[in-house]
């Protein structure tokens, strides 16, 4: 009986280490944009500063800073294994550039700077990131009832948003435009329900919580909602928290992002 030798297996399809330099090198950038977006989201901390009717600003100018932002700290944790990361970051950057052109800053950047600004920063991520094509495949898993809602909370706030830019001084309109604008974006984001952004629609939801109990606090302060578009702010991220929670259980296991 001829002896057959066991098969060898196919080599191209087992996925190659990354090498650890790569990826401390990256984690190292991600930290130090993770430092630099924690410096950006003081502004509940400095609440005891805001003036008449700024109140509602300082304290949500935070979950703007932090939904924008806060995606270099996933990539930081994962040393940028988690893809939906990446997709928060993009987001995050595309609502600062429609921000700052529905409210320019007096000494802020023209576009083309600003996209300068963008690729300086957070290129690296990609640029330091082993198989960058994965970052094409986000593997997403559309959820319809979280985008019914998504979408029918997104029109309203780039309504908000829209409104805010006309009537707000630019050097206040800029936070208050991003922050209803990030908070619609992210959740559409979440929606679409990214292979590992398991947490991406309780991280929204959060957001969504948190200005809306800013508003029924500060019902009357600049760009406010009042209590009741607080309350449907409230109301709409619990939902939207409940239905992550379970159709994400149910269908998208926990993984084990951090690999060596």
Do not use: C
Not at 26 to 43: D, E, K, P, S
Not at 102 to 126: K, R
Not at 211 to 218: H, I, K, S
Request: proline share 7%; net charge positive; glycine share 12%.
């Amino acid at each position: 009986m001829p002896h057959t030798a066991p098969a060898l297996p196919n080599t191209s399809t087992v996925p190659s280490p990354w090498p650890r330099w790569r990826v401390t090198l990256l984690r190292i950038w991600a930290g130090l944009l993770t430092a630099q977006a924690l410096m950006l989201a003081q502004g509940i901390l400095m609440i005891g500063n805001a003036g008449p009717g700024e109140h509602f600003m300082y304290a949500t100018s935070t979950v703007w800073k932090l939904l924008s932002l806060g995606g270099v700290a996933f990539v930081l944790w994962t040393g940028g294994r988690n893809i939906s990361a990446y997709l928060a970051i993009a987001v995050g950057q595309l609502v600062w550039v429609v921000s700052g052109l529905l409210a320019p800053q007096p000494d802020g950047n023209g576009l083309a700077l600003t996209v300068v600004v963008i690729v300086i920063f957070y290129g690296p991520l990609i640029a330091l990131r082993p198989h960058r094509r994965e970052l094409l495949q986000p593997g997403l898993r559309i959820s319809a009832p979280m985008l019914g809602i998504a979408t029918l909370a997104s029109v309203p706030l780039a309504l908000g948003a829209v409104r805010l830019s006309q009537q707000l001084d630019a050097e206040l309109a800029f936070d208050m435009v991003g922050l209803y604008l990030i908070l619609g974006a992210m959740g559409l984001l979440a929606a679409l329900q990214p292979h590992d952004g398991r947490g991406l629609g309780l991280i929204v939801s959060s957001g969504a919580v948190l200005t809306g109990a800013a508003a029924l606090v500060f019902p009357h302060d600049l760009a406010s909602p009042g209590q009741l578009g607080g309350a449907a702010m409230i109301l709409g991220g619990l939902s939207f928290a409940v239905i992550a929670i379970k159709e994400q259980g149910l269908r998208l296991p926990f993984r084990r992002l951090q690999q060596g």
